[in-house]
């Protein structure tokens, strides 16, 4: 019996199933624990930026992957946080930014709304895979951290990885992001996310 089903069981049983409450409580409590596992082996780096004003995300229903595009080189988010302040922007416009040799780094809060994709921004999280992606491809370490950041995404927001919940920038806006190196492997990707997401679930 899984571990859902068995909580479920007890519930019922020692309540008569009659205390809905008790019910919503372990329901929550088991969200709880998905969430947690979900996270297990995916390393966030925290970088401490400091942002203008913030306006939280109401909605999530959808992930759209980025590239930096103008450069090719190992920029920290950091370093894109101060060229979008230069911008006039609050901060770093992605919510996180995988390094060239897999790192997560954290970029705006997850849960508030980004500046990355417009017109999209109210109910996206983005992620941004550093290099440029019309030129190279990215390496086979930021394809492992993206595949495992996405399975963690999905699950913190009760989606599925798919194409219908996994994007790139392109599929919503008229630029060449997340450049075509990197948009043909967007399957590939989805498919890292799934197997992460199927291997955690309980």
Known sequence: M?????????????????????????????AAWQVKEAWAGVKVK???????????????????????????????AETVHSWHQNQGWSGIGYHYLIRKDGTIEQGRPRDTVGAHCYGENWHTVGINIV????????????????????????????????????????????TACPGRNLYARMPELVQKARKFYFGRRP
């Open 2 to 30: 899984k571990r859902r089903e068995f909580l479920k069981n007890i519930t019922f049983f020692a309540l008569g199933g009659l205390i809905m409450p008790s019910l919503i409580m372990e329901e929550r409590a088991e």
């Open 46 to 76: 925290p970088t401490y930026l400091k942002f203008g004003a913030l306006e939280n995300r109401e909605q999530t229903d959808a992930i759209v992957v980025h590239h930096i595009g103008n450069t090719d080189a190992d920029v920290s």
């Open 131 to 174: 290099g440029n992606f019309e030129e190279s491809q990215p390496m086979a370490a930021q394809m492992e951290s993206a595949g495992r950041l996405l399975s963690a995404l999905c699950i913190n927001y009760g989606l599925v990885p798919g194409d219908d919940t996994i994007f790139g920038h392109r599929d919503f806006n008229d």
